[in-house]
Every structure is written in structure tokens, then in C-alpha cells.
């Protein structure tokens, strides 16, 4: 049975309601970000998506797309939830294995901006990691993305 109604791609998509006031606004770096992609600090004070992996850098989730691509950095802004622990994301998985219960209860790291890597549990001190709460390996959701999806939240790594 489907767990998500709307499969995506790539890319973390907000599953609870939004706080009143939860948005931030970050000057972007020279890049064309995507709705749902992983911020990072680019430490110049722009916003980024080149992770690969948490890291104590990274400020939130994209919430619209913005191509900067061809700007000065700081030329335009993107929009960004926080990565706070209230809420609940749906996000494809991008590596290893189509997810079943048993990464359910765990953190993983990225495996991209846009995917996290269920072969990767190791974190940062002061990062976050992606606490998986449970999954959609539906018919639906491989057909979308192979490996399936992971519903959760970003939770600390020192907790």
C-alpha cells in the first residue's frame, strides 16, 4: 500500500504543516538550486546545494526553485524551512537497496543534495542526519524511484 500521495523525483518534501513564521531567507551562491535540495553555507554566507553529505553547515531545505547559474552570487534569494526536527519530510532514496522496515529507527547521510544513502549511517558532530520513521517501497513509489522513498526527520547527530 501507497504511503505518499505525490511521488517526486528527487528532492525533501515537507509532510506536516509548516510553523507560522518557519521560513528563512538566505542570499544564494552562484548555482541553480532545486525545490527540495539540501542547503549549505557556502562559507561566504550564500546558499548551495553541492552536499554530498550532513554537515555542521547545512541551514535548510529549499523551497522553490532558483537558477542563479549564470548571477553573481547574492544576486537573487532562496526561500528555506530549517532543518528542525518537528517536522516530517518525504525524500527519494538514491542508493543501495530498495528500503525496507528494517532502516526504519536509524539516521543516514545524503547521498546527494536532493537523496539521502541508506549505506551511510556515520555523521558529524553538530550535523544533522536524516531519521528515517518510515518508508513507500509501493509499487508507486519504485516506479518513480527505484530504491523507494523514506519519510522522516532530520535529527541531530549527538542525540
Same mark, same amino acid.
Not at 544533522?128 to 518510515?134: E, P, R
Given at each position: 500500500?501507497?504511503?505518499?500521495? /505525490?511521488?517526486?523525483?528527487?528532492?525533501?518534501?515537507?509532510?506536516?504543516?509548516?510553523?507560522?513564521?518557519?521560513?528563512?531567507?538566505?542570499?544564494?551562491?552562484?548555482?541553480?538550486?532545486?525545490?527540495?535540495?539540501?542547503?549549505?553555507?557556502?562559507?561566504?554566507?550564500?546558499?548551495?546545494?553541492?552536499?554530498?553529505?550532513?554537515?555542521? &553547515?547545512?541551514?535548510?531545505?529549499?523551497?522553490?526553485?532558483?537558477?542563479?547559474?549564470?548571477?553573481?552570487?547574492?544576486?537573487?534569494?532562496?526561500?528555506? &524551512?530549517?532543518?528542525? /526536527?518537528?517536522?516530517?519530510?518525504?525524500?527519494?532514496?538514491?542508493?543501495?537497496?530498495? &528500503?525496507? /522496515?528494517?532502516?526504519?529507527?536509524?539516521?543516514?547521510?545524503?547521498?546527494?543534495?536532493?537523496? &539521502?544513502?541508506?549505506?551511510?549511517?556515520?555523521?558529524?558532530?553538530s550535523a544533522v542526519g536524516f531519521f528515517i520513521d518510515d518508508f513507500d517501497a509501493s509499487t508507486e513509489a519504485v516506479a518513480v524511484t527505484t530504491y523507494g522513498y523514506a519519510i522522516g526527520h532530520f535529527e541531530p547527530h549527538?542525540?
Amino acid at each position: 500500500m501507497a504511503k505518499v500521495s /505525490r511521488y517526486h523525483a528527487r528532492g525533501f518534501f515537507l509532510l506536516t504543516q509548516l510553523a507560522a513564521g518557519g521560513l528563512h531567507t538566505l542570499p544564494a551562491a552562484a548555482v541553480s538550486i532545486i525545490k527540495g535540495d539540501i542547503l549549505t553555507d557556502d562559507t561566504n554566507g550564500y546558499a548551495t546545494n553541492t552536499a554530498t553529505a550532513f554537515s555542521a &553547515i547545512d541551514v535548510g531545505v529549499a523551497i522553490a526553485s532558483v537558477d542563479n547559474s549564470a548571477g553573481a552570487a547574492g544576486a537573487v534569494d532562496v526561500q528555506m &524551512i530549517p532543518l528542525l /526536527r518537528q517536522y516530517q519530510w518525504v525524500v527519494p532514496v538514491g542508493n543501495n537497496a530498495v &528500503i525496507t /522496515r528494517g532502516y526504519v529507527g536509524d539516521k543516514y547521510d545524503l547521498h546527494n543534495a536532493y537523496s &539521502i544513502d541508506l549505506a551511510d549511517t556515520t555523521g558529524v558532530a553538530s550535523a544533522v542526519g536524516f531519521f528515517i520513521d518510515d518508508f513507500d517501497a509501493s509499487t508507486e513509489a519504485v516506479a518513480v524511484t527505484t530504491y523507494g522513498y523514506a519519510i522522516g526527520h532530520f535529527e541531530p547527530h549527538d542525540a
